[in-house]
C-alpha cells in the first residue's frame, strides 16, 4: 500500500544534510556554503527544533532568489587584536563566516583565554545553539547573540523596533552532554508564530499583539501587520536592546530598524550582525569548571529540577539516530522536487 501524504519516512542524518545541500546549491549557493547550511538545518531537524529545520528551507531559497543575499560570499577574516576576530560576511550567510573564522577564534582563546568574534553584513536564519554547542564540547564556554529583523515592540512602546533578539549560551560539563540555551529575548520566536500560522493554533495571552496594537492569541494577526511582545517585560526588553548593541553596534552591522529590503520581493533573512564570544572557564578558577558545573546541577537535581537546559535535544538526537530522522513524506517529496531529483 502507497504511504500517504503524511506519513513518516526516516532518513539518516547524512542524508537529510546531502539532500538539503543539493537544494541550496541548485538554488545558487556555493557548495561550500550549501554544505555548511545544510549541516545546520539538519541538525535542527534532527535535535527536534522544527521551527529552525527544513521548515527554513522555502524562506532561504525565497531570500537567495530576491537577490537579497549573496549564497556565493567568501568572508573576509580580519585579526585585529589579540583575542578580537572580525569577520565580513560579504552579505551571506552568518553560518559560513564563523566557519572561517573558527581556527582563528580557537588558537586566540587557547592563548589568551578568552576570544571575541564579530560578524558583520551576515544574514542569520537559523537557530543559534549550534553556532555554540561545538565549542563547549571543547571545553570552552560560549556565548553568542544574534539581532534580527523589527518584529518586537519594546516594553512600554507602541510599535516594533528589535528584532526576536537570541541569546545562546554554552557550558561544557564533567560528565554528559553540554549544558546549552537557546531564547529569543521575545515571548516566542518569530519561527514558532509561523508555524502556529500554518497549524490553525492559537498562541498564549501575552505573546503579541495585532495591527492596531491591541493583545491577540492570533499568530496570523501577529504575523500580518502585528508584533511580537518581549518576555518578562521590561526585562526581556532590556536584554533585546542589549543584543542590538553587542550583535549591531559592536560588530558593525545593521540594527534590527535599518536595512531595507523593500526592494527584494521574498527576503526573510536578517541583514544584521552577530557576536560571539569564547571563555576558557580554567583560567578563572583553581578547580575544574566542568566539575564545578557538576556540583551545580546536582543541587538544581535535589532542589527539583530534573531537566537541564539542552537534554531535550539530545534525547531527541539519540532518538534519531537509532530511527532516523522523521520527515512526512509529502514535506519529503518537496525537499526532493526542489533539489531536482
Request: proline letters at 6%; glycine letters at 12%; a negative charge.
Amino acid at each position: 500500500m502507497q504511504a500517504s501524504h503524511s506519513d513518516p519516512i526516516h532518513l539518516s542524518f547524512n542524508e537529510l544534510r546531502d539532500l538539503l545541500a543539493s537544494i541550496f546549491e541548485r538554488h545558487g549557493t556555493s557548495a561550500q556554503v550549501a554544505a555548511t547550511l545544510a549541516d545546520n538545518c539538519a541538525a535542527a531537524q534532527r535535535d527536534g527544533s522544527d521551527s529552525h529545520g527544513v521548515f527554513r528551507i522555502p524562506g532561504y531559497l525565497s531570500s537567495l532568489g530576491s537577490g537579497w543575499v549573496n549564497g556565493r560570499a567568501e568572508p573576509k577574516v580580519e585579526d585585529v587584536a589579540p583575542s578580537f576576530v572580525r569577520v565580513d560576511a560579504g552579505g551571506g550567510f552568518a553560518q559560513p563566516a564563523l566557519a572561517a573564522a573558527r581556527e582563528l577564534l580557537l588558537a586566540k582563546v587557547r592563548e589568551s583565554g578568552i576570544a571575541l568574534l564579530a560578524i558583520r553584513n551576515s544574514h542569520h536564519f537559523a537557530a543559534l545553539w549550534p553556532d555554540v554547542e561545538p565549542f563547549a564540547r571543547e571545553g570552552l564556554v560560549a556565548l553568542s547573540f544574534v539581532n534580527s529583523m523589527t518584529s518586537v515592540v519594546p516594553h512600554g512602546g507602541h510599535s516594533a523596533l528589535f528584532g526576536t533578539n537570541p541569546i545562546a549560551f554554552a557550558a561544557p560539563r564533567g560528565q554528559g552532554d553540554p549544558l546549552v540555551f537557546d531564547l529569543a529575548t521575545s515571548a516566542i520566536a518569530n519561527g514558532d508564530v509561523q508555524i502556529a500560522a500554518r497549524e490553525g493554533k492559537q498562541l498564549p495571552e501575552g505573546f503579541g499583539v495585532d495591527a492596531q496594537g491591541q493583545p491577540t492569541r492570533d499568530p496570523k494577526a501577529i504575523l500580518d501587520g502585528g508584533a511580537l511582545l518581549p518576555f518578562g517585560g521590561y526585562k526581556g526588553s532590556a536584554l533585546s536592546m542589549m543584543v542590538e548593541l553587542l550583535a549591531a553596534a559592536l560588530t558593525g552591522g545593521n540594527f534590527s530598524f535599518e536595512f531595507d529590503w523593500s526592494g527584494h520581493p521574498g527576503a526573510q533573512t536578517p541583514w544584521t550582525g552577530q557576536l560571539l564570544i569564547l571563555i576558557d572557564p580554567d583560567r578563572g578558577a583553581s578547580r575544574s569548571f566542568a566539575e564545578r558545573c557538576e556540583t551545580l546541577i546536582a543541587r538544581m537535581a535535589e532542589a527539583g529540577q530534573d531537566r537541564q537546559p539542552g537534554d531535550r535535544r539530545y534525547r531527541q538526537r539519540a532518538r534519531a539516530e537509532v530511527e532516523g530522522i522523521a520527515l512526512p513524506a509529502g514535506e519529503l517529496a518537496k525537499l526532493r522536487a526542489l533539489a531536482g531529483l
